[in-house]
């Protein structure tokens, strides 16, 4: 739509000046027309193709724009598959005791992904899910998150079914490092002073032990 509206503006543009420039000619030859008129009027005619021009961006911008504008809106106004219980509890704190009990999902229910999955996982162990990319590794956090509900199963903290949590309290329980790492568009330099001045500045506005700022620091250096 917009590369067809450039266009149509410039044929219009070139098309408009050869029937000007051959109109007035005729006008000149005839006697009927000067030269200067001639120039100034192309020039004037010229000072309009700009304002025209920005016109035609604008509009073709705007047409560009309103595509995936109304996919956001759309997704802005999708109601959440996923909501609370009307007896969900808030989660403030929580020992980190989780447990997959028998768990069944599949984003196509026909198609299961994870099939009767049991495990337990206690705080302080160190727990590696192996596997080649699709077989639900990621999945498994997804039902933790509850960003999904299994449809056999269930998915327990500290002995608790997570649906009987307010989910929102229930992320702020866990930490997720993503696959992809984000970088700022720096060098590594000032990548490390940035760790550093947030680590800096977490140590200063937490209340910490003798000797704790030592560790947060050297925490913060390597994150």
Not at 35 to 52: A, N
Not at 143 to 159: S, T
Request: aromatic residues 8%; hydrophobic residues 45%.
């Amino acid at each position: 739509m917009t590369r067809s509206m450039v266009r149509f503006v410039l044929a219009a543009v070139a098309a408009g000046t050869v029937a000007m420039i051959w109109i007035g000619g005729q006008r000149v030859l005839a006697g009927r027309l000067s030269i200067g008129e001639l120039l100034v009027f192309i020039s004037y005619v010229g000072m309009l193709y700009g304002p025209m021009s920005t016109i035609s961006g604008i509009a073709g911008a705007i047409q560009s724009a309103l595509t995936p504008f109304r996919r956001v809106v759309e997704i802005l106004e999708t109601k959440p598959t996923i909501r609370d219980a009307p007896d969900a509890k808030p989660l403030p704190h929580c020992k980190g005791v989780v447990r997959f009990e028998h768990v069944t999902f599949g984003y196509d229910s026909a198609k299961p992904v994870l099939k009767d999955v049991d495990f337990e996982a206690n705080p302080g162990q160190l727990i590696a899910l192996v596997g080649p990319s699709g077989v639900g590794k990621s999945t498994l956090l997804s039902l933790l998150l509850r960003f999904y509900d299994p449809q056999q199963g269930r998915v327990l903290v500290d002995g608790s079914d997570v649906r009987a949590f307010q989910y929102r309290t229930l992320r702020q329980q866990i930490g997720v490092v993503p696959q992809e790492p984000v970088l700022f568009s720096t060098n590594t330099g000032w990548l490390m002073v940035l760790v550093i001045s947030v680590a800096m500045m977490r140590a200063s506005t937490s209340v910490v032990p003798p000797g704790g700022n030592e560790e947060m620091m050297r925490i913060g250096f390597v994150g």
